[in-house]
C-alpha cells in the first residue's frame, strides 16, 4: 500500500463547476500538506498547504485536512480552463522528504 | 524574483553514458532537493541537501547516482553508465523553511 493515494482520474467538468479533489495517507507523521498543480511539460508549482485539520481558503482555491480521517482534500469553486492541469497532493513529515499522491488530471470545458 | 532553474531542460543520451544535471535554487534557501518523476512511479524523492551536506541520500536509486552541492547553492546530479530505465523528468527543489517546496521546470532525460 502506497503512503499517499490519490484517484489519478481523469477528471472532467464544465467551466464555472467546482473541483473536488482528494488523498487519504497512511502516516500519522505527516506534519504539513500541500497541494501542487502542475501544468504538461512543466515543475511543479505549490498552491497551497497547511498543517492543522480543518480549511484554509486561498481565493477559489480551499484545502481540508482531516487528520483523524487522514484525508486531505482541495476545492476550486468557479473552475476556470486555465485550471486544466494535473493536481498532486503532497505530504512533509519531519524528515523534509515530500511524499506525493500520483496527481489527478483535471480538465474544464469551455 | 527568479525562481528554481535548471539545465539543461531536455537530454539525449546514449545508454552507458554519464550525464550531469545542474540546478540553480532560489537566492537564500538554504535547502534543496532532487525528485524524479517517471510515468510508472510518479514523483520520488532522491536526496536532499542542508547547506552543502546531504543528510538524506536514501532515495538514489544505485550507486550510479550521485549528487553534491557547492558554496550553498548549485547542486549537480550525476548519472553514470545510464540506463533505459533512468529516463524520467529530473525535478529539483528548493526551500528557506523545510517545508515549502518550490520547484524548477525539470529536466527531461532520455537514455537510448
Given at each position: 500500500?502506497?503512503?499517499?493515494?490519490?484517484?489519478?482520474?481523469?477528471?472532467?467538468?464544465?467551466?464555472?463547476?467546482?473541483?473536488?479533489?482528494?488523498?487519504?495517507?497512511?502516516?500519522?507523521?505527516?506534519?504539513?500538506?500541500?497541494?501542487?498543480?502542475?501544468?504538461?511539460?512543466?515543475?511543479?508549482?505549490?498552491?497551497?498547504?497547511?498543517?492543522?485539520?480543518?480549511?484554509?481558503?486561498?481565493?477559489?482555491?480551499?484545502?481540508?485536512?482531516?487528520?483523524?480521517?487522514?484525508?486531505?482534500?482541495?476545492?476550486?469553486?468557479?473552475?476556470?480552463?486555465?485550471?486544466?492541469?494535473?493536481?498532486?497532493?503532497?505530504?512533509?513529515?519531519?524528515?523534509?522528504?515530500?511524499?506525493?499522491?500520483?496527481?489527478?488530471?483535471?480538465?474544464?470545458?469551455? | 524574483?527568479?525562481?528554481?532553474?535548471?539545465?539543461?531542460?531536455?537530454?539525449?543520451?546514449?545508454?552507458?553514458?554519464?550525464?550531469?544535471?545542474?540546478?540553480?535554487?532560489?537566492?537564500?534557501?538554504?535547502?534543496?532537493?532532487?525528485?524524479?518523476?517517471?510515468?510508472?512511479?510518479?514523483?520520488?524523492?532522491?536526496?536532499?541537501?542542508?547547506?552543502?551536506?546531504?543528510?538524506?541520500?536514501?532515495?538514489?536509486?544505485?550507486?550510479?547516482?550521485?549528487?553534491?552541492?557547492?558554496?550553498?547553492?548549485?547542486?549537480?546530479?550525476?548519472?553514470?553508465?545510464?540506463?533505459?530505465?533512468?529516463?524520467?523528468?529530473?525535478?529539483?527543489?528548493?526551500?528557506?523553511?523545510?517545508y515549502e517546496q518550490y520547484f524548477g521546470p525539470g529536466t527531461r532525460l532520455?537514455?537510448?
Open positions: 500500500q502506497k503512503e499517499v493515494e490519490q484517484d489519478p482520474g481523469p477528471l472532467s467538468v464544465p467551466e464555472g463547476a467546482i473541483v473536488s479533489l482528494n488523498c487519504t495517507y497512511s502516516n500519522s507523521a505527516f506534519q504539513y500538506f500541500m497541494w501542487y498543480r502542475q501544468y504538461s511539460r512543466k515543475g511543479p508549482e505549490l498552491l497551497m498547504y497547511t498543517y492543522s485539520s480543518g480549511n484554509k481558503e486561498d481565493g477559489r482555491f480551499t484545502a481540508q485536512v482531516d487528520k483523524s480521517s487522514k484525508y486531505i482534500s482541495l476545492f476550486i469553486r468557479d473552475s476556470q480552463p486555465s485550471d486544466s492541469a494535473t493536481y498532486l497532493c503532497a505530504l512533509l513529515g519531519s524528515d523534509y522528504k515530500l511524499s506525493f499522491g500520483a496527481g489527478t488530471t483535471v480538465t474544464v470545458r469551455a | 524574483g527568479a525562481g528554481v532553474s535548471q539545465s539543461p531542460s531536455n537530454k539525449v543520451t546514449e545508454k552507458g553514458k554519464d550525464v550531469e544535471l545542474r540546478c540553480d535554487p532560489i537566492s537564500g534557501h538554504t535547502a534543496l532537493y532532487w525528485y524524479r518523476q517517471s510515468l510508472g512511479q510518479g514523483l520520488e524523492f532522491l536526496i536532499y541537501f542542508q547547506g552543502n551536506s546531504a543528510p538524506d541520500k536514501s532515495g538514489l536509486p544505485s550507486d550510479r547516482f550521485s549528487a553534491e552541492r557547492t558554496g550553498g547553492s548549485v547542486s549537480t546530479l550525476t548519472i553514470q553508465r545510464t540506463q533505459q530505465e533512468d529516463s524520467a523528468v529530473y525535478l529539483c527543489a528548493s526551500s528557506r523553511l523545510g532520455t537514455v537510448t
